[in-house]
Structures are given as structure tokens and as C-alpha cells.
């Protein structure tokens, strides 16, 4: 386990625990630097700074913001880590807002398409079980639990309706661009960086996404990352995963960015552990000096 963990979602997005008991966790499990990165929002982070206090954890202000990686890269979506964030600037909040309301939008109008292919599971309550900021977690759930027998698992709910291939895909109607969300997390005095680049290419494929991001300012790699508990490399070996590390920690190198790390944190639905993956105390203090 490591004593950093910069990447961890509560249930202000798609994370099953609220703040509080994300910072308990952490501390539990021997984590005493945690970054709360729910995705398109910071609601969880106040929450989580006061818990930390009273048990010694370090809690990071942070937030993963999903963006539009472009024609480069086929339209999909990227996600961008923004760290050490002013978090309650309000223009930054108002954006995010933008943001959040259109992933809102989004599984308001997955969730009727799936009423129309004959399954049972209502609007109210997607967003009654999400709290915040819904996620397709949120959606699965209530599938799961509304339509008994239909699936076997949360894996095949994605599989079959709500991965990019899936039959109840459907694409936000907003996005930031990824040097619209890098310049916004800069100007709230923030470190941004981008988040799991493994699943979007192979450290040998990534060359061009990476150059094209550090000169719309971005400043890091997260280089630690749980890519053998998510999409698309469940499953995989240790080998293939320390492969996949040791490549984007050269990468970070090669272009001299900071590197992070974090287990991708988000409770129930995942066998993801805080702390499974993240920073050792001397990569932390590497990545304090430098930024």
C-alpha cells in the first residue's frame, strides 16, 4: 500500500462513500495524503479537508475533469487531473457547473433510451442514488436492482449499454477542450495532469497526445494507476502493468513532467483499494519540490 493516494472519488460523483468516510478509509488503510478528484465537481472536498484534520490525513483539493480529447484522438473523451486547486474560486466553480450539467443531461437521455429498449429503471432514481454528479455507476446500479436476472453483473450492464460501443451510448452535448480545462485549473493556481493515459494508448503511442497537451500547458503524467482493476486491461498481469508504469514514468522524463499517482478510489462496484496504487513518500516529496 502507499502512504499517497491522488486519486480517489467520493459519492459526489461516482464514488459509493461520502467524503468523510473516503478520509477514514484512507486513514485506515495507512494513507495519510489523499487527493478527492470526483469527476466535474468539487462538492466533496470541504467535507473531506475538515475530516482529514481531525485524524492527520493531508487531504489535496482536486477534481477530474472530463474533456473532448479532439480529432486527434477521434473525439473521445480524456480526463484531466487538476491538483492543489483553489477549489471555491467561483468562476471555476461556474465552469465546472457547465460541465457537470451537461454529464447530467447526458445520463437524463441514456436513461430514457434504456426505458425504450423495455427495462425498468426511472429517471428520479438515477439522480435520488448519484446525490451529485451522476455517473454511469449510478445507472447500473439501479438496472441491477430494478431488473432482477437480466444481468449477471455490473460488467455486463456496461458491456451490452453504457460502455462507448455500448447500445445506450450517447455523447455529452458540451465538453471543454483539454486546453480549456489544463488553463482553468492553472488560473485557480492548480497542477493539471493527465489522468490514466494508459487507457488511451500504449507509453509507444503516446508521444503525440502527451506534446500536444504539455503545449496547452499541462504539467504532469499519473503514473501510478490501478490498470490491472479497470477498462481496458482487467485482468492483466503485474508484469504487463509495471510495463505499462515504467513506460509513461520515462515518458514523464522525456518531456519533464511531474509524475502522480493514485488508485482510482470509488468503493462499491470496484475491488479497488485506496492506497492500491499511488506515490511513495519520496516520490511525494520529489513531486512537492518540483511543482
Known sequence: MYPVDLHVHTNRSDGSHNPAEVVRKARAAGVYVLGIADHDNVAGVDEAIEEGRSLGV????????????????????????????????????????????A????????TKLLQSFGLNIEVDEVLTLARGVPGR????????????????????????????????????????????AIEAIIKVGG???????????LPEDSRKLIARLKKAGL???????TYDKNHPYKGASKEFVEKLIRGFSALADEFGLLKTGGSDFHGEGKSIKIGERGLTWAEFESLLAQS
Open 137 to 180: 455507476i449510478h445507472i447500473a446500479r439501479v438496472l441491477m436492482e430494478r431488473n432482477p436476472g437480466r444481468f449477471r453483473d455490473i460488467q455486463q450492464v456496461f458491456d451490452e449499454f453504457l460502455s462507448r460501443k455500448g447500445k445506450a451510448y450517447i455523447r455529452r452535448t458540451f465538453y471543454l477542450s483539454p486546453s480549456q
Open 58 to 101: 493531508k487531504v489535496i483539493p482536486g477534481v477530474e475533469i472530463s474533456v473532448d480529447g479532439g480529432e486527434e484522438e477521434g473525439n473521445r473523451e480524456l480526463h484531466i487531473l487538476g491538483y492543489f486547486i483553489n477549489h471555491r474560486d467561483p468562476d471555476f466553480q461556474a465552469l465546472l457547473k457547465k460541465v457537470a450539467d
Open 191 to 201: 497542477i493539471p495532469v493527465l489522468a490514466h493515459p494508459g487507457i488511451y494508448h
Open 103 to 110: 454529464r447530467v443531461e447526458q445520463k437524463i437521455r441514456q
Open 219 to 225: 504539467r504532469g503524467l499519473e503514473v501510478s494507476y
